[in-house]
C-alpha cells in the first residue's frame, strides 16, 4: 500500500497564522514586497495605494473667489451705507458683476450676494448695508494649500482623493504596484473547465475562484497550466511561478494523500512553515515561502479553498499593503439547527439567515468541504471556535455576516420540503422586488414544519399525505398547531412518479418492478418519501425489498442526476426534475405542494409579495413550461 | 445688469428623487437600459450582473466521489467485519485504494477512511468494522445538480459564484452590459488638470472624481472636453454624450447664475423634471432627461458635486441594475460643536469621528461646498434633516459612517492648535502602526482645551502663552483643571515669526513695520494670535493700526499661501509653513507646542503609539528637514 503520511499534525489558526506572519516578516519578504513603487496618472489610482505622502502642488482655491452670484465691491466704500442711507454704486468703477467662483481681485475685497443688491440700472445698483472685508470671499487655499499634505502613505485612494489631487495640481501619484498572484493548479485528474471531462475527471472552478478573490484585492492573478502530480514538474512551476509574481497559490494536492508533493517541493525549495491547520473546512493548508516569495497551499474542496484564502492569503496581501482587515459585521442570531463541531479545529459553519419575529435565525447549510453551492448561498458564517464541540438548536451564536443586515430583514425565509419552483420564485422575487430575497432551506416537510413551531422560520413548505385520509397537509397542522394560530397557503398541484432512463428500458411500470432495480431514496422525514412508503404499503411491498431504499439524497434533482447518470435505475420525485434531465416518467399521483404560514405573517411585505407572485401569470407561465403543475388554488389561503 | 434667475425653487430631497425615479420609469427610461444583455466568458464576470438566471450544464461532482482518503470497498462485503472477526482484503479483489475526490465506481460502493484500515503487507488489508452502502461517499450531483439554478438574474457576480459557474459547467454568462455614463465639464473658466492656469482659472478635478464613482458602480465613465459657456456649444455636447453613453452628467453652470444654459438646453432637447434641491451642499441640482436618456446637471463645488452624486446619481444606476442601496452604517455620536443648519435645505455636514472615553465623538469638518479636503477627511456625515435648526454642541446625533467602526476605535482624537507636524503624525502612525489613525481638528488651542475638558477629545494641540508670565500652557491647564486631571505631553520647539515675500521686499523688520503693509491674522482663539497680540501690546502697537488683523485664516499653511500669492504681505505662522513656501521668514520667538490629555487616556493603545512616535529617530529627522523645530523634550511628560 502506498505510504501514507496519516498523522498531519494540525496547528490553531491563530497560531498557524501569527507564526506565518512573523516568519515572512523576520525574513523580509512582506518589507521587500512593500517597498516597491510605481508612478501611474492620477486618472488611474481609484483603489490604488499611495506608497508616500503627497503634497499639493497648487492651492484651492488658486485665487480668492466669489463664494456667492452678486457683486464685489471695495468694504471701505460701503462702510456708510444703511437703510436710512441706502449708497449708488457704479459698474466698473464701485463694483463688477461675479459669480460664483469668479476672481475678486484688488481694489475688490468682498462680495455682497445678488438678492441683497437692488438694481437701478444697467450701469447702478444700490446696497443698504456695509460689508466688512473678506465677505463672502473664499482666500486662495482655503481648501488645499499648496505644500500642504493631502494624502498620507498607505492610503487608498477614493474618488474623493482623486478630485483633491486633481484639484491640488497633482497628474501623478507614486503608489503601490498591485501585487502579482501566480495560481498553480495541480492534479492528474484536474481539467480546464472548457475540457470534456473523462472520467474521474475533476473540473478546476477554484482557479477561477482564486483569480477574482486576487482582483478583488487589487491584485493581478495569473493562472498557471494544470501541473499533474509529479515532483518535479511541481517544482518547476513553483520556480517559474515565484520568479514571475509577488505570491504564489498552490491549489489541491495538500492533504497528506497518496499524491501529495507540494510540501516536500516547498520544503526542498524553501521552508515550510505551517502544514496542516485546525478549521474546517480547510484543513491542508501549507504556509511556506520558497525564492523570496510567500507560497501557500490551497486544498483542493472549494469551500476549503475559499476559506484558506480568506484565512491566510488575504492577511498577507493586506501586511503587504499596509491595509487592515476592517468590516467584520458580527451579529447575534439563534441557531435553527444542532451544529455538532470537534474539538480538533475551528469550524467555519455556513448559514441562511432570516428574520422571523424580530429575531435573526440561522439555519446551517451543508458542511461539506465541496459545497460550493453553500458559499453561494450563505448569508453569513457561523464560527465555531476548536474549543467548542458545537451548538444547540436555539441557542444564540455569534454569526458573520456576508449580505448586509437590511437584506437579510427583506429576506422571506422559507424551511421545508423542496420543489424546484423555489428557485423560481427566488429569482422572481429579486427581480420583481428589488431588494427582496427568498431564502430557502431544505430539510424536508416534516422539519419544516417542526421550524415553523420554533418559530424559525416564516413559511414551511410542505406537502404531507396523511396515509388513513389520503388529504394532504391540513391533517399535519391540525396536530401540531393550535386552532388559529397557522394558516396554509395554497401552492401547487404537482405531480410525482418515478424517474427512469429514457426509453424506460428496465419496463418499470408499478410498484412491485422497483423490487428488481437499484434505487434511490429521499432522506426520511421528505414528503416524497412519505408518499413513496404509502404507495408501498397500499401495494404490499415491503421497504426491505428494494435495493436502495436505504440510499438517500435531499432533492429532486439531485434523485434525477442519479438516475440520469446510470448509478441507479428508480427514484421517485417531481415531473419538472425529470423533464429537467431528460427522464422518463411514470405517474404516481398528484399532490398538493403547500406553505404553512404563522396567521400573523400574513402581514409582513416579502410575505404579500409572495402571494402576489403565485398568483401572476409570469409565474404560471413559468410552470407551463417546467411541465407537472397545476396552479388553480395558487396565493389562496385556507383557514384550518 | 446681466437677467439672474435668483429664485430657484427649491425641492425636498426625498421628493426630487422620487419624482424623479418616477418620470424615468413612466417613460420607459429605465426599463429600456436595463433590458440589454452582453454575453461574456466566466472569468471576466466578477463583479458583473446576470440578465438572467444560470442553470448548471453538468454536475458537481461529475460522479460519485470519494469523500476521504482511504479504500473503496463493496459494503456488502463487510457485513460481518467485527474486532472479534476481522475481515481481510485482497487489493483489487475486494478494494482499490482512492484519494479524495477519486470516482467511486461498480461494484465498490463505500469507503473507509485510512486511518480505519490495517495495512498486512502490500496487497492485503484488514478491517474491524461493517460499513454501510455509500459512506464517505460524494453521490454524482450531491452540490450542483445539472439542470439546477445556480444564479438567479440580477445577481452580482463574486468570486464564489464564479467557482460555481465553472464547476457547473458554465463557460459564458449573459450580463447586463456596464452603463456608458459621459461626463461634461462646461464653464469658461474651468480648465484641465494638466492646462496652466491663467488668471481665474478653475481646475476641473471633478470629472476625474464622478469618473471613478462610476467605475466603482461597474459603469464605463467618457470624460468629454470642457464646454465653454455657450447654448449652443453645450446643446452640441449632449446631443453627442447621450447618442454615446447611457447616462450623460454635466457639471457645474446648474446654478441659477449669469452663465447658466444647462436648464434652458435641456427643457429644449426634453424634459427637465427637477431644478435645485433642498440640500446643503449641493442645492443646484438639475434632474432631466433628454433623448430617451438620463441627464443630471451636477453642482461645480467639489463637495457638492459628491454629494449630489451620491444622491440622484447612484440611485438611477442601482435602479437600471435593480440593486439595492444596502450598506448603510448609521451610528449614534455625541456632536463636539454646535451646528446651526437652515430650514431650508437637509444638510450633509462632514464629521471626524472618533472614540472618547468610550462614546462616539463627532467634530465638524468644513462646511464650505468647496471644502474638498472635508471629503477626504470625514469619517462620516451627519444629516441634518431640512425640518431642523441644527444640533447643540453635546447633543447626541446620528452619523452615517464613512470609515468602519473598528478604524474609528483605533482613531487618536486631537482636537485643538494646528501644526504641519500633525500631518506627519498622522502618516506616521498610519504607517508605523497599520490599523491605527491620528485624526486632528484645527479650532485653535483655546477651544481645543475646552473640547478636552467636555470630554470631546482625547488629546488638546495647544501653545498658549501666559501674557502675565511668559509661560506656555502650564498655567491655562491649571486654570481649566483640577490638580491630577490633566497632564501635559512635551511636544516641540517651535519658531514662530513673520512670513514675507522672499527677499522681503517690503523691508519688515519689527512690530512696527506691520502698520504699513497688509498683514493676515490667525483666527481668535489661536495660540498663533495670542502670541501677535502679546508682541503688540510689549511693542505698543494696537490691533487697529494694522490693516488686515481682522482677515482671519484657520492655519499656518493657509496665511503662507497668502502671503506667497501676494494677496497680503505679512503674516504669522510656524517656520516650517514659510519654508515650504519658499518664503522668507523674520523670527519672533520660540514657543512650546505641547499636547494635553487626561491621566486615564495615557494608556491607550493610541496614545502609547503616539508617545513612541514622538521620541522616534524618524520623527526627529522629520522635523530637521521641515526646519524650525526643537524636539529635545520631545514625549516626556509633565504632571501640573
Same mark, same amino acid.
Given at each position: 500500500?502506498?505510504?501514507r503520511?496519516?498523522y498531519l499534525?494540525?496547528?490553531a489558526?491563530?497560531?498557524?497564522?501569527?507564526?506565518?506572519?512573523e516568519?515572512?516578516?523576520?525574513e523580509?519578504?512582506?518589507?521587500?514586497l512593500?517597498?516597491r513603487?510605481e508612478?501611474?496618472?492620477?486618472?488611474?489610482?481609484?483603489? $490604488?495605494?499611495?506608497?508616500?505622502?503627497?503634497?499639493a502642488k497648487?492651492?484651492?482655491?488658486?485665487?480668492?473667489a466669489?463664494?456667492?452670484?452678486?457683486?464685489?465691491?471695495?468694504?471701505?466704500?460701503?462702510?456708510?451705507? #444703511?437703510?436710512?442711507?441706502?449708497?449708488?454704486?457704479? *459698474?466698473? $468703477?464701485?463694483y463688477i458683476?461675479?459669480?460664483?467662483?469668479?476672481?475678486v481681485?484688488?481694489?475688490f475685497?468682498?462680495?455682497?450676494?445678488?438678492e441683497d443688491?437692488?438694481?437701478?440700472?444697467d450701469n447702478?445698483?444700490?446696497?443698504?448695508?456695509?460689508?466688512?472685508g473678506?465677505?463672502h470671499?473664499?482666500?486662495i487655499g482655503?481648501?488645499?494649500?499648496a505644500g500642504?499634505?493631502?494624502?498620507p502613505?498607505?492610503?487608498?485612494?477614493?474618488?474623493?482623493?482623486?478630485?483633491?489631487?486633481?484639484?491640488?495640481?497633482?497628474? !501623478?501619484?507614486?503608489?503601490?504596484?498591485? *501585487?502579482?498572484v501566480g495560481i498553480i493548479?495541480?492534479?492528474t485528474?484536474?481539467?480546464k473547465?472548457?475540457?470534456e471531462?473523462?472520467?474521474?475527471d475533476?473540473?478546476? #472552478?477554484?482557479?477561477?475562484?482564486?483569480?477574482?478573490m486576487?482582483v478583488?484585492?487589487?491584485?493581478?492573478?495569473h493562472?498557471?497550466d494544470?501541473?499533474?502530480?509529479d515532483?518535479?514538474?511541481?517544482? $518547476?512551476?513553483?520556480?517559474k511561478a515565484?520568479?514571475?509574481?509577488?505570491?504564489?497559490?498552490?491549489?489541491a494536492?495538500?492533504?497528506?494523500?497518496t499524491?501529495?508533493?507540494? !510540501?516536500?517541493?516547498?520544503e526542498n525549495l524553501?521552508?515550510?512553515?505551517v502544514h496542516?491547520?485546525?478549521? +474546517?473546512?480547510?484543513?491542508?493548508?501549507?504556509?511556506a515561502?520558497?525564492?523570496?516569495?510567500p507560497?501557500i497551499g490551497?486544498?483542493?474542496y472549494?469551500?476549503s479553498a475559499y476559506?484558506a484564502?480568506?484565512?491566510?492569503? *488575504?492577511p498577507?496581501i493586506?501586511?503587504?499593503n499596509?491595509?487592515?482587515?476592517?468590516?467584520t459585521?458580527?451579529?447575534?442570531?439563534?441557531?435553527?439547527?444542532?451544529?455538532?463541531?470537534?474539538l480538533k479545529? $475551528?469550524?467555519?459553519?455556513?448559514?441562511?439567515l432570516?428574520m422571523?419575529?424580530?429575531?435573526?435565525?440561522?439555519?446551517?447549510?451543508?458542511?461539506?468541504?465541496g459545497?460550493?453551492?453553500?458559499?453561494v448561498r450563505?448569508?453569513?458564517?457561523?464560527?465555531?471556535?476548536?474549543?467548542?464541540e458545537?451548538?444547540?438548536?436555539?441557542?444564540?451564536v455569534?454569526?458573520?455576516?456576508?449580505?448586509?443586515?437590511?437584506e437579510?430583514?427583506?429576506? *422571506?425565509?422559507?424551511?421545508?420540503s423542496?420543489?424546484?419552483?423555489?428557485d423560481e420564485i427566488?429569482d422572481?422575487?429579486?427581480?420583481?422586488?428589488?431588494?427582496?430575497?427568498?431564502s430557502?432551506?431544505?430539510?424536508?416537510?416534516?422539519?419544516?414544519?417542526?421550524a415553523?413551531?420554533?418559530?424559525?422560520?416564516v413559511?414551511?413548505?410542505?406537502?404531507?399525505l396523511?396515509?388513513?385520509t389520503?388529504?394532504y397537509?391540513?391533517?399535519?397542522?391540525r396536530?401540531?398547531?393550535?386552532i388559529g394560530?397557522v394558516?396554509l397557503?395554497?401552492?401547487?398541484e404537482?405531480?410525482q412518479g418515478?424517474?427512469? +432512463?429514457k426509453?424506460?428500458?428496465l419496463?418499470?411500470k408499478?410498484?412491485?418492478?422497483l423490487k428488481r432495480?437499484?434505487?434511490?431514496?429521499?432522506?426520511?422525514g421528505?414528503?416524497t418519501r412519505?408518499l413513496l412508503?404509502y404507495?408501498?404499503k397500499q401495494?404490499g411491498v415491503?421497504?426491505?425489498?428494494?435495493?436502495?431504499?436505504?440510499k438517500?439524497?435531499?432533492?429532486?434533482?439531485?434523485?434525477?442526476?442519479?438516475?440520469?447518470?446510470?448509478e441507479?435505475?428508480?427514484?421517485?420525485?417531481?415531473?419538472s426534475?425529470?423533464n429537467a434531465?431528460n427522464?422518463?416518467f411514470?405517474e404516481?399521483?398528484? @399532490?398538493?405542494?403547500?406553505?404553512?404560514?404563522?396567521k400573523?405573517s400574513l @402581514?409582513?411585505?416579502?410575505?404579500?409579495?409572495f402571494?402576489?407572485?403565485l398568483?401572476?401569470?409570469?409565474?404560471?407561465r413559468k410552470?407551463?413550461?417546467m411541465?407537472?403543475?397545476?396552479?388553480?388554488q395558487?396565493? +389562496?389561503?385556507?383557514?384550518?
Open positions: 500500500m502506498k505510504r503520511n496519516l499534525k494540525t496547528m489558526v491563530e497560531e498557524a497564522l501569527s507564526k506565518y506572519m516568519t515572512l516578516t523576520t523580509g519578504i512582506i518589507e521587500k512593500r517597498s513603487r508612478t501611474i496618472s492620477t486618472y488611474d489610482t481609484l483603489g $490604488r495605494v499611495t506608497s508616500e505622502a503627497v503634497y497648487c492651492c484651492s482655491p488658486l485665487f480668492n466669489a463664494a456667492m452670484d452678486g457683486i464685489a465691491v471695495k468694504s471701505a466704500d460701503t462702510r456708510n451705507a #444703511s437703510e436710512r442711507k441706502p449708497l449708488t454704486l457704479e *459698474l466698473n $468703477r464701485d458683476i461675479v459669480d460664483t467662483g469668479d476672481p481681485k484688488s481694489p475685497d468682498a462680495v455682497i450676494m445678488a443688491v437692488m438694481e437701478v440700472d447702478h445698483v444700490m446696497i443698504t448695508e456695509s460689508v466688512p473678506w465677505q470671499v473664499r482666500p482655503e481648501d488645499i494649500a500642504e499634505m493631502i494624502l502613505s498607505f492610503h487608498k485612494i477614493r474618488p474623493v482623493d482623486m478630485g483633491v489631487l486633481l484639484a491640488g495640481g497633482i497628474l !501623478e501619484v507614486a503608489v503601490v504596484p498591485k *501585487l502579482s493548479p495541480t492534479g485528474e484536474i481539467i473547465p472548457y475540457e471531462p473523462k472520467e474521474g475533476i473540473i478546476d #472552478s477554484n482557479s477561477g475562484m482564486f483569480s477574482a486576487a478583488e484585492n487589487s491584485c493581478k492573478p493562472i498557471y494544470i501541473v499533474p502530480d515532483s518535479e514538474a511541481i517544482k $518547476r512551476a513553483v520556480l515565484s520568479r514571475e509574481n509577488d505570491i504564489v497559490l498552490i491549489n494536492g495538500s492533504s497528506a494523500g499524491e501529495d508533493y507540494t !510540501e516536500p517541493v516547498l524553501g521552508s515550510v512553515i496542516g491547520v485546525a478549521m +474546517k473546512p480547510g484543513k491542508p493548508v501549507i504556509l515561502h520558497a525564492c523570496g516569495k507560497v490551497l486544498p483542493g472549494p469551500v476559506l484564502f480568506e484565512t491566510f492569503v *488575504l498577507v493586506k501586511a503587504i499596509k491595509e487592515t482587515d476592517v468590516r459585521d458580527i451579529k447575534k442570531a439563534i441557531l435553527a439547527k444542532r451544529v455538532v463541531s470537534s479545529h $475551528r469550524e467555519y459553519v455556513r448559514v441562511k432570516g422571523v419575529g424580530g429575531r435573526m435565525v440561522a439555519s446551517p447549510l451543508a458542511r461539506g468541504a459545497a460550493a453551492m453553500s458559499l450563505a448569508d453569513g458564517f457561523c464560527i465555531v471556535p476548536q474549543a467548542s458545537g451548538f444547540e438548536a436555539g441557542s444564540e455569534e454569526v458573520k455576516l456576508i449580505k448586509s443586515l437590511e437579510i430583514e427583506s429576506t *422571506l425565509v422559507s424551511i421545508g423542496h420543489d424546484l419552483i423555489l427566488g422572481m422575487m429579486a427581480s420583481e422586488y428589488p431588494g427582496m430575497a427568498f430557502s432551506t431544505h430539510v424536508g416537510s416534516m422539519a419544516g414544519l417542526m415553523l413551531q420554533r418559530g424559525e422560520t413559511i414551511a413548505p410542505t406537502h404531507l396523511d396515509m388513513d389520503g388529504e397537509n391540513v391533517s399535519y397542522l396536530n401540531l398547531f393550535d394560530e394558516v397557503i395554497k401552492g401547487v404537482r405531480v418515478i424517474m427512469v +432512463k426509453g424506460n428500458p419496463a418499470i408499478t410498484a412491485e418492478d432495480v437499484r434505487y434511490v431514496n429521499r432522506q426520511r421528505a414528503g412519505v412508503d404507495i408501498l401495494k415491503s421497504p426491505e425489498e428494494i435495493d436502495g431504499y436505504d438517500e439524497v435531499a432533492t429532486h434533482m439531485a434523485v434525477a442526476a442519479s438516475v440520469a447518470s446510470g441507479v435505475d428508480a427514484g421517485m420525485g417531481v415531473k426534475a425529470a434531465m427522464l422518463d411514470i404516481a399521483g398528484v @399532490e398538493e405542494y403547500d406553505f404553512a404560514i404563522r400573523e @402581514e409582513l411585505p416579502q410575505v404579500k409579495a402571494l402576489q407572485l398568483e401572476s401569470e409570469e409565474f404560471h410552470l407551463d413550461e411541465g407537472g403543475y397545476g396552479y388553480s395558487a396565493g +389562496k389561503i385556507v383557514e384550518l
